[in-house]
C-alpha cells in the first residue's frame, strides 16, 4: 500500500521521536536528584523526617548564639518562632554574621541539629532570599 520511502520516513520519525522522548526523561530524572528545596525552622519541626537527604535550611543568624572555633562554626538559624542548632566546618563568608539572614546546605540530624556542607551568601546589605522572606513573613 504504501512505498518504501514513506515506509522509511515513518519508520525515522518514529526513532527521532522516540530518541527525543527517552532524551528529555532522563535530563528531567538527573536534575531531580540535584534539586534542594528550602525549608524554614517551623518547616523542619513540624513536617520534615530525617531522611538523610540533602536539603537547605533558611532564616536568620540568632543573636549571640554564633561560636567560631578553628575547627567549625556553631550557630542557630531561627526564623523567630522554631530554632535549629547549624554546625558548619570551613570558611564562612563575608557578609556572614548575627542577625542576618542565612541558608544553610546540608543534611539534618534530629528535627534540633543540622550539618551544613555550604552556607550561602548574600549578595549587598538588602539581599534576602525569597524563600526566606516568605518564611518570616509568615512567622511573624
Sequence with gaps: MYGRKVK???FFIIL?????TL???LILKSLEENVV???SPTDVQLIYENKN???RIGGMVKKDSLEITKK???FIITDFKNEINVTY??????????GKGVVAEGFLKDK???QASKILAKHDENYMPPEVKEALGENK
Design 72 to 74: 567549625e562554626v556553631k
Design 23 to 25: 532524551s528529555i526523561f
Design 112 to 114: 534540633n541539629f543540622f
Design 16 to 20: 527521532l521521536l522516540i530518541t527525543l
Design 53 to 55: 537527604e540533602k536539603i
Design 8 to 10: 522509511l520516513r515513518f
Design 37 to 39: 528545596y528550602f525549608k
Design 89 to 98: 566546618s570551613g570558611v564562612v563568608p563575608n557578609l556572614f554574621s548575627e
